[in-house]
């Protein structure tokens, strides 16, 4: 069951244009949700955060919104740079039990972002 | 410069012989995990571990062991690799005091089993 989806394997967007990626989640006990860009023959590397209790975190070219009520998250990218072509991982946070401090984190599937010059 | 290591980057090995994945950290991150990436499946996380001798299970631990004896390593240990364990494998790490803090991962290693 994957508890983080991300529907659109695939986006293209003009250079200078809005790229904007999406992601649901049906885990109502998710605490933070991330985003991360990997390049080919790199590992993950991390864009920005948010909390659930917040609906909006912004971060230079970077805004992430939060719907909890859709349990829906996007990535705004604002302005789209070419250098911005990659894979982007939605990924949440929960905690394992109620005593032991543990969490893991759930990714989604990716959506490979192309952005046209 | 803060990084996390992993070795090898590439392994080709036969089912059934052990082989063992390191991990390695410079940011003394309390927080530390291993992940596969397999296509149309994203990443999945295998194990993690809180701190020093405390780990857990992920959602796909089956096949896999891992230690923590120190804090800055992590090793992966397929004592019985298949051919359904072909995949690529990222080692990360965090603190522990936020969730909302990043993981740095590392490289990749990428694992064939024949």
């Known amino acids: 069951d994957q508890q983080v989806k991300q529907n659109s394997p695939s986006l293209s967007v003009q250079e200078g244009r809005i790229s904007i990626l999406n992601c649901d989640y049906t885990?109502?006990?998710?605490?933070?949700f991330l985003w991360y860009k990997k390049y080919p023959a790199e590992g993950p590397t991390f864009l920005i955060s948010?909390?659930?209790?917040?609906d909006k975190n912004e971060d230079g070219r970077f805004t992430v919104f939060l719907n909890k009520s859709a349990k829906h998250l996007s990535l705004h990218i604002v302005p789209s740079q070419p250098g911005d072509s990659a894979v982007y991982f939605c990924a949440a946070s929960v905690v394992k039990g109620t005593t032991s401090g543990t969490y893991k984190y759930i990714f989604g599937t990716g959506t490979r972002l192309k952005v046209l010059a | 410069e803060a990084q996390v290591t992993q070795n090898p980057r590439y392994l080709i090995t036969v089912t059934g012989k052990k082989l063992t994945v390191t991990c390695s950290q410079n940011?003394?991150?309390?927080?530390m995990s291993w992940y596969r990436q397999d296509p149309g499946l994203g990443l999945r996380q295998i194990y993690y571990?809180?701190?020093?001798?405390?780990?857990d299970k992920g959602d796909v631990p089956e096949g896999y062991k891992v230690s923590r004896k120190e804090k800055r390593n992590f090793p992966l240990i397929l004592e019985s690799p298949s051919p359904n364990q072909t995949s690529l494998y990222f080692c990360a790490s965090s603190y522990t005091h936020s969730r909302a803090y990043e993981q740095y991962f590392g490289p990749g290693t990428r694992l064939t089993v024949t």
């Open positions: 940011m003394n991150h309390e927080y």
């Open positions: 948010i909390s659930s209790i917040k």
């Open positions: 571990s809180m701190n020093v001798e405390v780990t």
């Open positions: 885990n109502s006990m998710f605490d933070y």
